[in-house]
C-alpha cells in the first residue's frame, strides 16, 4: 500500500468523515421522492455533506489535511412562481481567502424575476458582464418593455496589512445599475443601460497607495433578427467615464465629460471619457453558416462592471461553416485579426492575426475522421523612430491535426480505436534574427496518442491508451512517454471505475558548460466509486494516489480521498 494512503487511513479517523456517516444514516431513513407533490406547490431541491483528506511525503502539503463541507439547496414552484434558495459552507476558510459561504434567492414568474444575495446579471458586453453583485436585481418585462435593476457590493472592504497574512487592501465598492428598453436580448431588441460604481473611500482605514476610483458607463444595445432569424444583426456602443480617484477636485459642470452625465457623476481632476462597442452580423442558411464581427475598446476604456477587459484592442471576425453531403462533411474557416496602439502614442503596434481551417468527415459507419490546421501570427511593428532591431518582433506558429476514429461492432461487443496526431511550429522572423544578431526562438512538437475501449454487455469497459510527445526548441530537448489503463463496470446501482498511469520524461538543456539532462517517472493511480440508494440517496468515494520519481531531487507522494454523500428529494 503507497504510503500517502496509510496516512490517509489515518486521517480518515476524524471527525469529519464521521459526518458523512450520519448523513447518509438520515438519507436511507428519510422517506425517498423524487419531488414533493403538495397540490399546487411543488419541492424538489438536495442536501449533502463531503468530507476531504490529504497527505503528502516528500513534499510540503499543498492543501489542509482534511476539510468538510455541508451544502443545501431548495427549489419550489407555485402556481408558476419558482424560487430557489442555495446554501454552502465550508471549514476551508482562511483570512486571506474570499469567504466561500453564500447565500442566494432567486424566484421568477411569467413576467419578472426577483433575486438576492449574489447575483450576476449580464447586461450587454462593455457595460455589466462578470461582476458579482452582493445586493438584489430585479427584472420586469410587461409586454415588450424590459426593465431591470441591479444593486449591491461589488467588493468588499479590506484594511491594507503588512505583517502576518500580508493582503492587499480593497474598498468596498457599491454597484448600481438598470436597463430599459424593447424586446428580448435574443431577440429585436432596443435597449439603454446606465450603470454607476464608486468606491468608497470611508470604508478602510489604512488604503495604503489605493486610491478610490468612481465610474458611469451609458451604453445603447439593440438587435435585429430577419427571416425566422436566419440573419441576425447584433451591437452595443457604450460610454464610460472614468476617475482614478475620488479624492481629487471636482470640474465645472461640462468640462472632461459631456454635460448630461453631470446630474449623475462629478467630473474630477484625472476624469475620462472612452468608448467600446462592436457588431455581429450572423447568416444561417441551409448548407452555409457565416458570422461576420467587429469589435473596439478605446485605450483608456474602464468598466467597473465587467471583470476582465483588455482596453486598446480592435478585433475583425469571419468565421464561415458549411454542412456538404447531406452533413456527412462538415468544412469551416475562420480568421481574425487584432491589433492595438489605436491612439499611435505607443513606439510599437502589436498585430495577432489567427487562420483556421476545420474538416469533419463521416467516411462510413465506422470511420470518421477530424482535421485541423491553425496559423497564428504575432508582429510586433516599431514605429519610424523607434529601435527597430529590439522592437521588430515577429513569431509564427502552425499547428496541424488529424484524429481518426474507427468503431467496430461485433456481437455483443464495441471496439473503439482512436489515434490524433499533431505538429506544431513555431519561427522565429523577427529583425534581428534575420539581422544575426541572436539566435531564434523555435519550438517543434510533434505528439501522438493512441487509445483502444472495448465495451463487454456484462456492464465491464476496458480502456488502454499510449502517448508520444517530442519537443524540441532553441535550448532544450524533452520526450515524454505515456502509458494509461483503465477499467469501468457498472452493476445496477454500483458504478466503479479504476485507472493507473505512467510517464517518463527525458529533458536536457543546452548552457554554457554543456548539456544538462535531467529524468522523472511518475505513477498515478485512482479509485471512483458510486453508489445509488433505492431512491435518490447517492454515495461517492474517490481516491487519487501520485508518486513522482526525479532522478535529480527526492521522490515526493501525495494522496487524496473524497468522501460525498448527497440526499435528493
Known sequence: MPHSFRQLLLISGRPVWWSVLLGVALGLACPVRAQVDLGPLRLNGSFGLATQAYTAAGIANRRAPTNAEAFANLSFNLYGLRSGLNLTYSTDQSRLRQNVNRLAFDTRWASGRVAAGDVSPTFSEYSLSGATVRGGYVEWSPGPVLLGVVAGRARRAVDFSEGEGFREPSYRRMLYGGRLGVGEARRTHLHLIGLYGRDLASSIDRAGDLAPVENLTLTADGGLRLLGGRVRLQGEVTASAFTPDTRNDALDAGEAVPAFFDPFFTPREGTSLDYAGGGDLRL?????????GYSRVQPGFQSLGVERLRPDQETVRVQPRARLLDGRLVLGGSFSRAR???????????????IGLTAQARLSSSLAVSSSYTRLSNRNT?????????????????TVMLAPVLTLTGGALTHTVSLAGTYQTSADRSLAV??????????????A???YAVQLPSGLSLTAAGNLVRSDAAMSELTVLGANLGGGYTLGALNLSLTGGWSRSDATIHLADGPVPSVSSQLMTALNVSYRFPGATTLRLNLRGLRNRPDLGDAFSEGQATLRYEYRF
Do not use: F
Not at 444561417?284 to 461576420?292: C, E, G, I, K, N
Not at 492595438?340 to 489567427?354: E, G, H, I
Open 284 to 292: 444561417a442558411l441551409r448548407v452555409v453558416d457565416l458570422l461576420l
Open 340 to 354: 492595438n496602439n489605436l491612439a499611435d502614442q505607443l513606439l510599437a503596434t502589436l498585430t495577432r492575426t489567427q
Open 382 to 398: 516599431p514605429a519610424a523612430t523607434a529601435d527597430a532591431e529590439r522592437l521588430d518582433l515577429e513569431q509564427v506558429a502552425q
Open 434 to 447: 534575420e539581422r544575426g544578431l541572436r539566435p531564434a526562438n523555435t519550438i517543434d512538437n510533434a505528439s
Open 449 to 451: 496518442t493512441l487509445g
